[in-house]
């Protein structure tokens, strides 16, 4: 048979990695309960003013956005993979089990690991195409989501 | 909060059904038992010669179509949910968990239930965009698979 080639996703990808002072479960709490995601989510002075989240491979995410001028921005994804205190994989593919999107744009791989006392988290965000990885890094990915990861080791140390 | 306008998917699905003489379970076993896929799965002359299913959410497919001509075509897929005997969900999205894929052409849902003594199959073609849907309207959909549940329906029969 053929063997078919395979793209490596590298070049469609961006990642975010921290060490943080707090542990797996305190990191996976704040990603996965409304109440504490609303809490760290958008990068200040944006917020994150309305959450719903069904914790399971397809479940449903519904997340709006507020900038400082007010204006609300709703995003629809599902829940690929849930592994409690380990690992969630999300994309913005479908807005519902499984109904396709508009646009696929990405699909996030966040991970929790045991290092050292602490927690290695890791954020890869996967992108279909160069252009949209491209896209996403001008947008400010690395420092969006870098300051955003600040703001969920913060939360995470004291819950 | 804002409302989010969700479009339907309707103008971006494809969907044909069929009233087969066949128990469910049967049906299910055709389409996910490799080496009966291979005997039905694509419309003749063609054959897939090659089929590898991970039959589980997040699982990879592979199957391999070959032409009359003998020349081969790779397709690599992931399963988003498995119910047995019920429900398979599919899609071209990802070539593995979660690597996105090239371009993601359709998401496929194929249901199993139960009517009169018979069995519902309903497969459904979901995709991201209108275009995709023409082009494969016009790649013919319908007498494709069409042609392949004919050969399903005489394979669940037997088995």
């Not at 913005?92 to 499984?98: G, I, L, P």
């Given at each position: 048979m053929t063997t078919p080639e395979i793209t490596p996703a590298a070049d469609r990808e961006l990642v975010l990695t921290r060490l943080i002072d707090a542990p797996r479960e305190a990191l996976f709490r704040a990603w996965t309960e409304p109440e504490l995601l609303k809490q760290w989510?958008?990068?200040?002075?944006?917020?994150?003013?309305h959450v719903e989240l069904?914790?399971?491979?397809?479940g449903s995410i519904l997340f709006v956005m507020r900038d400082p001028d007010g204006n609300e921005y709703p995003n629809r994804g599902v829940y690929l993979d849930v592994v409690p205190n380990q690992r969630l994989v999300t994309t913005?593919?479908?807005?519902?089990?499984?109904l396709p999107s508009e646009k696929p744009f990405m699909t996030a791989i966040v991970t929790f690991e045991d290092e050292g006392g602490k927690t290695r988290y890791t954020a890869r965000a996967l992108h279909w195409t160069v252009e949209d990885r491209e896209a996403h890094e001008k947008m400010g990915f690395h420092e969006g989501w870098g300051q955003c990861a600040d703001q969920l080791a913060a939360l995470a140390a004291r819950i």
């Open positions: 989510f958008a990068p200040l002075p944006w917020t994150t003013p069904d914790v399971r491979p397809g913005d593919a479908f807005t519902e089990a499984w």
